[in-house]
T-cell receptor, first 111, second 115 residues
Framework: DAKTTQPPSMDCAEGRAANLPCNHSTISGNEYVYWYRQIHSQGPQYIIHGLKNNETNEMASLIITEDRKSSTLILPHATLRDTAVYYC????????????FGTGTLLAVQP | GAVVSQHPSRVICKSGTSVKIECRSL??????MFWYRQFPKQSLMLMAT?????????EQGVEKDKFLINHASLTLSTLTVTSAHPEDSSFYIC???????????FGPGTRLTVL
């Protein structure tokens, strides 16, 4: 699975968009980009995933660059409850395979 | 959505005792489950893959005789920390993928404190 690099922390004002970057320059062609988040002292929660195309769901949008070497998770209107550690993970073969978590980005949403 | 539960949510035990943690998929069957541990202010570290009806697969550096995993049914995997010591104090989390859905579902975690 590709090594991913994320900034250790970011701040965002409540109500504004939060843009979380992830570098995955060694990602291979059939490797998905998955995003999970972990609110303090809870189990992680799936957010979104993608392969090549940009994706959007009720939680977030995922923008993947054309060369697939980086991606950005966008929370369109961050709330205080979005304060969490966000993990970007490269994954072969889909959700049945093991997830290897990096250090993630601690997003602090400020009132 | 799919739910994964863990029991207990919190346990305190004396050094040298064994502790069993249960992970259940409540509304789906899971032939595979994963066990993680997480130390304070650190990321999740994958310990092992639990396979229904067969032996678990442990990650490098994880002692299989210390962390016993049993996946006896399609909805239950257990992790037993044998002869626990203070350094085993950690947050243990399980997850299970659900067929046909591209995500893994995580349990709420079990906080183990060994005195």
């Amino acid at each position: 699975d590709a090594k991913t690099t994320q900034p250790p922390s970011m701040d965002c004002a409540e109500g504004r968009a939060a843009n979380l970057p992830c570098n995955h320059s060694t990602i291979s062609g059939n490797e998905y980009v998955y995003w999970y988040r972990q609110i303090h002292s809870q189990g992680p929660q799936y957010i979104i995933h993608g392969l090549k195309n940009n994706e959007t769901n009720e939680m977030a949008s995922l923008i993947i660059t054309e060369d697939r070497k980086s991606s950005t998770l966008i929370l369109p209107h961050a709330t205080l409850r979005d304060t969490a550690v966000y993990y970007c993970i490269g994954l072969y073969g889909g959700a049945t395979n093991k997830l290897i978590f990096g250090t993630g980005t601690l997003l602090a949403v400020q009132p | 959505g799919a739910v994964v539960s863990q029991h207990p949510s919190r346990v305190i035990c004396k050094s040298g005792t064994s502790v069993k943690i249960e992970c259940r998929s409540l509304d789906f069957q899971a032939t595979t489950m994963f066990w993680y541990r997480q130390f304070p202010k650190q990321s999740l570290m994958l310990m092992a893959t639990s396979n229904e009806g067969s032996k678990a697969t442990y990650e490098q550096g994880v002692e299989k005789d210390k962390f016993l995993i049993n996946h006896a049914s399609l909805t239950l995997s257990t992790l037993t920390v044998t002869s626990a010591h203070p350094e085993d104090s950690s947050f243990y989390i399980c997850s299970a993928p659900r067929g046909g859905i591209n995500e893994q579902f995580f349990g709420p975690g079990t906080r183990l404190t060994v005195l």
